[in-house]
């Protein structure tokens, strides 16, 4: 995951805004159809009458599926945001907070 920082409008606003980033919006996008389309035919395939799956078959699957789902939850829960070069970013966290606090000094090295 990456978040593109947009230098201009977070100076004028005085807060960070970030431009879109559409390979991260589609990769997401991507992965919701993959564990959507997995959830609902597992379940399609546990509720059809005709259906040959034994009951530790069933099981299996519910258990499966899941597991998969927490997983993914997981995922996303414990991802941590890399930015990419955490020097150019820290001059404009800076730059920002320097305007938003006006009566703090406010530098590269701290307060």
Known sequence: MSLRIDKQKSIQKERMIFKPNWEYVLEKIFEILVYSTWSIFTILLILNPKNAVSEFGTIALIS??????????????????EMPNPDKDRKIFVEILSKRFLDLQINDTGL
Not at 64 to 81: F, T
């Open 64 to 81: 499966l599926n899941v597991i998969v789902l927490v997983s993914w939850y997981y995922i996303y829960k414990l991802l941590k945001i």
